[in-house]
C-alpha cells in the first residue's frame, strides 16, 4: 500500500492529460460561427440556399481574420461561387498566403480544414493540383461528418476523378450529404433513382429528393419536377 499515493497522482495525470486533450481536440473542431452560417445558406441546410446571405456572413468571418474564412474566399474566387467574382489569379493568391495555417489545423484533425486541404488539391490553390490526394483529404474530412467532404466524395466516386468509379460509393455519400440538407446531392440522387444508377430505379424515391431540392431553390431539380410530374 506504500506505493498507493504514487499510483494516486499517476491516475490523476491520465485523467487531466485525457480531459486536456479533449479540450484541444474540441478547441481544434470549433469553427467560426459567421463561417458556419455561410456554409449553410451555400449549400441549403438551413432549408434553402441564398448565396448572398452565405457571402454576408463569409464576409464577416473573412473580418476577423479566420484562417479558414479567408481559405474559403479562395475557394470562392476561384470558381466564382457565392456571388464573389470568378478571379483564378486571385484565388490562388489568397490560397498560397494561407495554405501552411490551413494544412496546420487538417494535420490535427480539424474537419473543414480537411476539406479545404482537399478543394486545394482538387482546384490548385496553394498546393499543385492531385486528384488523389485532393480524395484522400475529403475522406478524411467526410468520415469526420464534413457534409461537403461527404459531397464532393460523392462527386469524385461518380466521376472516377481521383478514386475508381463507382455510383454505389457516389450514392452512398451523396446520402450522408443530403441527409444534412445539401441541396445538390439531393438533386443527384433525384437522378441517380431516376436512372437506377448505383441504386434500383425508384421513380417515387426519386421524385422524393428532386421535391427536398427543389424546395431548397436549386433549379435542375425544379426542372426535373416540371418533367416528371
Given at each position: 500500500?506504500?506505493?498507493?499515493p ?16 479533449a ?15 455561410a ?29 479558414l ?21 486571385l484565388a ?5 498566403d ?28 496553394g ?36 478514386v ?28 441517380m ?7 434500383e ?29
Amino acid at each position: 500500500m506504500k506505493n498507493r499515493p504514487a499510483l494516486t497522482r499517476v491516475l490523476l495525470f491520465i485523467i487531466m492529460s485525457f480531459f486536456a486533450r479533449a479540450l484541444v481536440a474540441a478547441e481544434i473542431a470549433d469553427i467560426n460561427p459567421d463561417l458556419e452560417q455561410a456554409i449553410a445558406w451555400f449549400i441549403g441546410s438551413t432549408g434553402q440556399v441564398d448565396d448572398s446571405r452565405a457571402k454576408q456572413h463569409l464576409e464577416k468571418a473573412i473580418a476577423t481574420g479566420d484562417t479558414l474564412a479567408i481559405m474559403w474566399l479562395a475557394r470562392v474566387h476561384s470558381t466564382g461561387r457565392m456571388e464573389f467574382e470568378k478571379d483564378y489569379s486571385l484565388a490562388q493568391k489568397i490560397a498560397a498566403d494561407i495554405i501552411d495555417e490551413v494544412e496546420s489545423l487538417a494535420r490535427q484533425n480539424h474537419a473543414e480544414a480537411m476539406f479545404l486541404m482537399g478543394t486545394a488539391y482538387a482546384e490548385g490553390l496553394g498546393k499543385d493540383k492531385d486528384a488523389a490526394v485532393a480524395a484522400s483529404w475529403y475522406q478524411r474530412a467526410a468520415l469526420l461528418g464534413n457534409t461537403l467532404a461527404q459531397h464532393n466524395m460523392g462527386n469524385i466516386h461518380e466521376s472516377g476523378t481521383g478514386v475508381r468509379q463507382d455510383d454505389t460509393q457516389a450514392v452512398y455519400w451523396w446520402l450522408q450529404a443530403a441527409a444534412a440538407g445539401d441541396a445538390i446531392p439531393q438533386w443527384q440522387l433525384g437522378r441517380m433513382y431516376e436512372n437506377g444508377r448505383g441504386v434500383e430505379k425508384d421513380l417515387n424515391e426519386a421524385l422524393r429528393w428532386y421535391r427536398d431540392s427543389a424546395a431548397r431553390g436549386n433549379e435542375r431539380a425544379q426542372q426535373a419536377l416540371a418533367r416528371l410530374e
